[in-house]
């Protein structure tokens, strides 16, 4: 069966939960490395046990017989039913039907009848059995492990490349799941392959076959990733610096051998000292320079702002107070008796040039109170007054 098979204990004397560690790689289809996993010890890795095996596989393939074989007997064969000759004196023996099993078209005596083939075989021992085929083809190293099928179309020339990638000879059973409905078809054609469901999987397909083909999706037991995985398999991004960092250091090391240590140091830090400190401050600089703008143009828009409402409010009040003084004069003149001399002429036209002074200073733009004060003088009748005077000295 396997070079195992020397390994043999006692049926049902085997502890499932006494494995030893296993631990594989998983690759993708195109047969490049993603890491290193653990399968479950109480699985791939328990001692096999022959005799287990072959009971199990025995059952396995006599349940896979229909049972329905079956032969006539004499009562079942046409014909016969008169006696081929009489009873003596012929000097034969005697017959009774020609359709007896002596005879040819007779009936087939003690032949086989549709049965079952079924044989009963504990749980237990249907599981233990196929984990000592996976843990007998697991200590050959035939158990492969796929992360899961890319084929976009059914392919039977990827199935090929695929199988090629993971270097698989031979027959090979491929263990699939539910959504692999496409790799299920591309793998059809191939002879040499036989697929299985995972729910499926039996001792006797494993061990019908030398290599067993799983996805991370139909291991048994399921995957862990092993501990090991990080130090045999590193990451892209960490080797390409980790080589570009020792060509740099070590270009003026041979370059300039005769040179001190501290030169090496100083040479190798100086560029990598200047350049963040550079960028550093370029970015700070770039990132502060449209904040600053942004605070100068708020505060000259406040400045114009309150500007100009001081000047609107300064307006207003000057144009109240100049409104108030004029009102105030004509209330003046409207209670003042009207002078009927010239000195009362003079003291009014004089009032009237100083409030016109005092408007004029005050803003160049108001009303000169002399013209009110003129109109009322010429309400009250002081026209007729100053035209009499001007009468009397001519």
């Not at 009971?55 to 049972?67: E, K, P, Y």
């Not at 890319?150 to 090629?164: G, M, N, Q, R, Y």
């Not at 003084?325 to 036209?349: L, R, Y």
Request: overall charge negative.
């Amino acid at each position: 069966m396997t070079t195992t098979d020397a390994m043999t204990t006692t049926p049902g004397t085997e502890d499932p939960a006494v494995g030893t560690k296993v631990t594989i790689e998983r690759r993708n289809d195109g047969g490049e490395l993603v890491d290193l996993v653990d399968l479950e010890p109480a699985i791939f890795g328990v001692r096999p046990n022959t005799a287990l095996m072959h009971q199990v596989v025995t059952a396995q393939l006599a349940a896979r017989r229909s049972g329905t074989q079956s032969t006539k007997t004499r009562s079942e064969v046409a014909g016969g039913g008169a006696k081929p000759y009489r009873q003596k004196g012929t000097g034969r023996a005697r017959q009774g039907t020609i359709r007896a099993p002596q005879f040819a078209g007779g009936g087939i005596a003690l032949g086989p009848k549709p049965r079952s083939y079924v044989q009963r075989t504990p749980r237990k021992m249907v599981r233990l059995a196929l984990h000592s085929a996976l843990s007998d083809r697991a200590a050959e190293g035939r158990v492969c492990l796929v992360d899961r099928w890319s084929f976009e179309v059914p392919k039977t020339k990827d199935a090929i490349a695929a199988l090629a990638a993971f270097g698989l000879s031979g027959r090979v059973l491929v263990v699939l799941g539910a959504g692999d409905a496409t790799a299920e078809r591309s793998f059809a054609n191939l002879q040499h392959v036989h697929l299985v469901e995972g729910a499926q999987l039996t001792a006797y397909e494993v061990l019908a076959n030398d290599w067993v083909l799983f996805t991370t999706e139909t291991v048994p037991g399921g995957v862990t990733v092993s501990s090991e995985s990080s130090s045999t398999v590193p990451s892209a991004a960490a080797v390409p610096e980790d080589t570009n960092t020792t060509r740099t250091a070590s270009e003026p090391a041979d370059e300039t051998p005769a040179t001190s240590a501290d030169d090496d140091a100083s040479a190798v830090s100086a560029p990598a000292d200047e350049t963040p400190a550079t960028s550093a401050d370029d970015d700070a600089s770039a990132a502060s320079a449209p904040a600053d703008e942004t605070a100068a143009g708020a505060d000259a828009s406040a400045a114009q702002l309150s500007s100009a409402a001081d000047a609107e409010t300064e307006a207003e009040a000057h144009d109240s107070a100049v409104i108030a003084s004029s009102e105030a004069e004509a209330d003046a003149a409207d209670v003042a008796e009207p002078e009927t001399s010239e000195t009362a002429s003079e003291t009014a036209d004089g009032d009237a040039a100083g409030s016109a002074d005092a408007a004029g200073s005050a803003d160049e733009t108001a009303v000169s109170p002399s013209s009110d004060a003129e109109t009322d003088a010429l309400s009250d009748g002081d026209t007729p007054v100053a035209d009499e005077d001007e009468e009397g000295e001519e």
